[in-house]
Structure formats: C-alpha cells, structure tokens
C-alpha cells in the first residue's frame, strides 16, 4: 500500500536561509510524486510534480525536489526563504497508471523568521 | 480556465440544520474528490467520484453525509443533521484523465456548525 511521511509538522527557517522539508513514501511500483502547498484560507495548488524522465523538478517560487529511488525520498528545497513562503507543504504519492487516488501526507508547517 | 468553483465560501448554521455544499469541477476532468480539513484530523478523504459515479465512500465519516454528482459539471455534499464536530474546511478537486496530472483543488468551504 502507499504511503507518505512527511518528517516534521513544523519547520523554521531565517529568511534567506535553505528551505529544506523531508518526505519518504512507500510505493510498489515507481510513483507519481508531488508536492502541495496550502497558503492560509486557500485551497491546495500544486507546487511541482514528478511522473518519468528526470528525477529533479523544478516548480513555482523557486522551489524544486528530487526524487531518490534509492532512498526512496522526495525531499523539497528551496535556496534562499522568502517569507512568502510561509505555507503548509503536502508530499503526496499515487501509483501509476492508475492515480485515481492520491495520498497525501499530513503536512509541515513551514515558519519563516525574519 | 476558472479552476475548481466551490460555494459557499462560508457557511455558519445551527447544529441539527441541514448543510449543502456545491463543486463545479473544471470541465474535462472526469475524477472529483470530496476533502475535510481539520487542526486535528488534517486532510481527510471523504468520497470520490469517477464519471459521475462513486468509487469509493469508505471516507464518508456517518450516515449523516452524503454526496451526489448529477452530471459531470456539479457535485454536492449534504450534511444532515449538522454537528458542531463537523466543524472543518471542506475542499472540492477535481482531475484529468491525463495520469499524472495530479488534483485541482477549490478554495473550499469553511463550515461552522454552533
């Protein structure tokens, strides 16, 4: 069965600083992998994604993540914090061809410091 | 595109009323997923819907709940009677047929039942 964790509820980083929030997921077969972010009183938009081909992916704000199949991670990271990227994260993880259902993580809060 | 239309925004009602909450989902896509949000619970699958039909309701928390989808281009979810406990954020997202493509979320529907 597929699963997501997401190391960590709550994140701080200083403002300029290396945004860096951890998943593991666990897949039978190669996985569609995304990231969500959740910005207060909004719904959740896709940040970047991950289907085939290469294995780092860009997304929006600068965000990027790379998937390791060998440590079977999907960590996201950011180089320098803005503090409008203070949000709530979501890795999520569906098992191709069939991604009829996503499953999400439970989330990290990330804070960011001025 | 006008993304995934969700009403009311906002609904305040008094515990024992009946609740109705409305998805528009982008026109094409052919899956919509009916989400609770809570602090406590986090992001929690409820019922989704494959060409109008439901796939799976094993999310669906009571008897009180229940989600129809009479054409591919609207959905609703009724609470009847309500319950403060059903307090929470209640988010629509819809998906294509493209694998991968990952959900399209509303921007929800804040319910508080007092």
């Keep these: 069965a597929q699963s997501v964790t997401q190391l960590g509820s709550h994140v701080s980083v200083s403002e300029g600083a290396l945004v860096l929030l951890r998943c593991n997921y666990s897949s039978s077969v190669p996985p569609y992998l995304f990231w969500y972010v959740q910005y207060p009183n909004q719904g959740l938009q896709l940040l970047l994604k991950y289907t085939t081909g290469a294995t780092l992916v860009k997304g929006i704000n ?17 180089p320098s914090a803005h503090m409008s990227d203070a ?3 979501f890795c999520a993880v569906s098992d191709p061809p069939r991604d009829d259902k996503i ?3 439970k989330g990290t809060r990330l804070h960011i410091l001025p | 595109d006008a993304g995934v239309i969700q009403s009311p925004r ?16 982008i026109s094409g896509h052919d899956y919509l997923f009916w989400y609770r949000q809570t602090m406590m619970r986090g992001l929690e699958l409820l019922i989704y819907f494959n060409n109008n039909v439901p796939i799976d309701d ?56 007092v």
């Design chain 1, 62 to 78: 600068g965000f990027e993540a790379e998937f390791k199949k060998s440590e079977t991670s999907f960590h996201l990271t950011k």
């Design chain 1, 87 to 89: 949000a709530e994260y």
């Design chain 1, 103 to 105: 499953i999400f993580g």
């Design chain 2, 10 to 25: 906002h609904e305040v009602t008094e515990m024992g009323q009946e609740v109705t909450l409305r998805c528009k989902p």
């Design chain 2, 58 to 113: 094993s999310g669906m928390p009571e008897d009180r709940f229940s989600a129809k989808m009479p054409n591919a281009s609207f959905s609703t979810l009724k609470i009847q009677p309500s319950e403060p406990r059903d307090s929470a954020v209640y988010f629509c997202a819809s998906s294509s047929p493209v694998p991968g493509g990952g959900y399209t979320f509303g921007s929800g529907t804040r319910l508080t039942v």
